[in-house]
């Protein structure tokens, strides 16, 4: 399907960009952890002319087609956690490369709209923004506006990247998962246990509140 395609073609770029081939990783312990999934439901025509129909439709198999084209044989990993997604396998990553299970990883998440359908149930449920645009953390918001994309990054610990000779773009200090437990709705935010996993991730990193000067966030509660 196309969200599988685009997962594929942004896999090369990152190969290139950070200056492998494929030929490269071939055979090594990578790993593959893919957040998102895949919402293309091909038509009875397109399964009937597919060369394997079983693995072109599912979420589970938007990893195991990149471990399988790249012929690499780390943990192939789909996680739908929904908006942490790629998140949650970034930190699935960083565990497997601390444990030494793998040589590198191959990170990213992909959300494409390949149909109304989201649209129409968000708008249904009020979610959506009345006025098709979005103020973040801002009185002015009424509502979400959805997008898609797709974007992978390469992980290693940096003993191995600076080994390999890599650019390093950014070193992850600390990564730190939890769940709201039970709040008044599966997708209703729990505020203390936010409070938890940023305190967790902090202390884990050894730092102090004053020493962050930015910060990249999602608002829940939609």
Same mark, same amino acid.
């Given at each position: #399907?196309?969200?599988?395609?685009?997962?594929?073609?942004?896999?090369?770029?990152?190969?290139?960009?950070?200056? =492998?081939?494929?030929?490269?990783?071939?055979?090594?312990?990578? #790993?593959?952890?893919?957040?998102?999934?895949? !919402?293309?439901?091909?038509?009875?025509? *397109?399964?009937?002319?597919?060369?394997?129909?079983?693995?072109?439709?599912?979420?589970? =198999?938007?990893?195991?087609?990149? &471990? !399988?084209? /790249? %012929?690499?044989? #780390?943990? &192939?990993?789909?996680?739908?956690?929904?908006? &942490?997604? @790629?998140?949650?396998?970034?930190?699935?990553?960083?565990? @497997?490369?601390? #444990?030494? %299970?793998? !040589? &590198? @990883?191959?990170?990213?998440?992909?959300?494409?709209?390949?149909?109304?359908?989201?649209? +129409?149930?968000?708008? +249904?449920?009020?979610?959506?923004?009345?006025?098709? *645009?979005?103020?973040?953390? %801002?009185? +002015?918001?009424?509502?979400?506006?959805?997008?898609?994309?797709?974007?992978?990054?390469?992980?290693?610990?940096?003993?191995? @990247?600076?080994?390999?000779? %890599?650019?390093? =773009?950014?070193?992850?200090?600390?990564?730190?998962?939890?769940?709201?437990? +039970?709040?008044?709705?599966?997708?209703?935010?729990?505020?203390?246990?936010?409070?938890?996993?940023?305190?967790?991730?902090? /202390?884990?990193?050894?730092?102090?509140?004053?020493?962050?000067?930015?910060?990249?966030?999602?608002?829940?509660?939609?």
């Amino acid at each position: #399907g196309p969200t599988a395609a685009l997962v594929l073609e942004e896999c090369l770029k990152l190969l290139y960009h950070a200056g =492998y081939t494929p030929e490269e990783i071939k055979g090594k312990p990578v #790993g593959v952890y893919i957040g998102g999934r895949s !919402q293309h439901k091909p038509d009875e025509d *397109s399964l009937d002319h597919a060369k394997n129909p079983i693995v072109t439709v599912g979420q589970n =198999y938007l990893a195991a087609n990149l &471990s !399988q084209f /790249f %012929d690499v044989r #780390g943990p &192939s990993v789909v996680v739908d956690t929904a908006c &942490s997604s @790629a998140l949650v396998g970034m930190n699935m990553a960083i565990q @497997a490369l601390r #444990g030494g %299970d793998i !040589q &590198s @990883a191959i990170v990213g998440g992909v959300s494409l709209l390949s149909s109304d359908a989201s649209h +129409r149930l968000f708008d +249904r449920r009020g979610i959506l923004s009345k006025h098709s *645009s979005f103020h973040v953390f %801002d009185e +002015r918001a009424d509502g979400v506006v959805l997008g898609e994309g797709v974007g992978m990054v390469m992980l290693k610990t940096v003993k191995q @990247a600076l080994e390999d000779g %890599d650019i390093i =773009y950014a070193v992850v200090k600390a990564a730190s998962v939890n769940n709201d437990g +039970r709040t008044a709705g599966p997708a209703t935010p729990n505020l203390e246990a936010q409070k938890e996993v940023m305190k967790d991730a902090l /202390f884990k990193s050894g730092k102090k509140p004053e020493d962050i000067s930015y910060l990249e966030a999602h608002g829940t509660g939609t």
